[in-house]
């Protein structure tokens, strides 16, 4: 009987052996199945995630596209011929100093907008823009332009349309303080409802921080003061208001903004008087903001 068993497991062990060989084949292919499903999966997440950065990326050149494209050819107004490029480079130098993506969501407040040519390119990235203009024939420009938006007309020399509550994440205050005779009372306002503000004016070629020189100005013309009355104070009148008044300030000292005539980089010499296109700009915040 001994014999008769030995016999059949004789026969029947290399089945066996052939059959864990088997065994171990198929749960080899399992592991390298499930290996190649893996890095399957793997790289469907890679695709689609690089997929999803390439949309990003046509996007985000959309707007630049968008931007670009409107600045360079503008709907023919007045505020073409020298403030086309002068205006491309300060709005470049903006959105560099924030990032684009900062802009989304924010409420901006643009002062003395003209057309609201600046502000229109915060709204490409994404942004609520309120429009402020002096002169009515600009304002109802920018309201045909923009119907969704807020606009204001307002004199900015004594005048602040806005709730004691509403504040802006950004105030953008350029080419605006030297048409304007009490300019003070703008910068005031301006401090007091927002933690962000884009300073921008022609000055005075002084290191003298209590000079302010009053010219005269064609109360007619387009761009000019309202009234008949600017005024360009030393690069240090305004820094120190800004120091008294608790903000800190950033001011661009290099070429980035220059353009035609329009100069940023230029020496005091202490002559006390102006020219056109003698300019400073800062980005001012205030003091909390700072330390972040």
Same mark, same amino acid.
């Given at each position: 009987m001994r014999e008769f068993f030995q016999k059949i497991y004789y026969y029947l062990s290399p089945t066996r052996r052939g059959i864990l060989q088997i065994e171990r084949v198929q749960n080899k292919l399992i592991s390298e199945n499930k290996q190649i499903y893996l890095g399957i999966e793997h790289l469907t997440e890679e695709a689609e995630l690089l997929?999803?950065?390439?949309?990003n990326s046509l996007e985000l050149l959309n707007k630049r596209l968008?931007?670009? !494209? +409107?600045?360079i050819k503008p709907a023919p107004n007045r505020f073409s011929n020298h403030y086309e490029l002068w205006r491309i480079r300060r709005i470049a130098t903006i959105v560099d100093y924030y990032g684009e993506k900062w802009f989304q969501g924010k409420k901006i407040l643009e002062l003395g907008c003209g057309y609201g040519d600046i502000g229109h390119v915060f709204i490409t990235l994404g942004a !609520?823009?309120? /429009?402020?203009?002096?002169?009515?024939?600009?304002?109802?420009?920018v309201k045909k332009r923009f119907p969704n938006?807020?606009? +204001?007309?307002?004199?900015?020399?004594n005048e602040w349309p806005f709730p004691?509550? !509403?504040d802006f994440d950004l105030i953008i205050h350029m080419g605006l303080l030297y048409h304007l005779d009490n300019f003070e009372f703008s910068l005031m306002k301006c401090i007091g409802h927002t933690e962000n503000l884009i300073l921008e004016t022609e000055v005075c070629d002084s290191s003298d921080p209590n000079l302010v020189l009053k010219p005269d100005e064609d109360s007619e013309g387009y761009d000019q003061a309202m009234f008949g009355k600017?005024?360009?104070?030393?690069?240090p009148y305004i820094e120190s208001y800004l120091k008294r008044h608790n903000w800190c300030y950033e001011r661009v000292s290099d070429s980035r903004c220059n353009a035609l005539f329009?100069? +940023?980089?230029?020496?005091?010499?202490?002559?006390?008087?102006?020219r056109d296109g003698l300019r400073r700009?800062? /980005?001012?915040k205030a003091k909390l903001l700072c330390y972040l």
């Open positions: 997929s999803a950065n390439i949309n968008e931007v670009l !494209e +409107y600045n !609520e823009v309120v /429009f402020a203009e002096g002169r009515a024939d600009n304002c109802d420009i938006n807020r606009v +204001y007309q307002m004199n900015c020399e004691d509550n !509403e600017g005024s360009r104070p030393s690069g329009h100069t +940023y980089d230029w020496t005091v010499k202490n002559t006390n008087t102006w700009l800062w /980005f001012c």
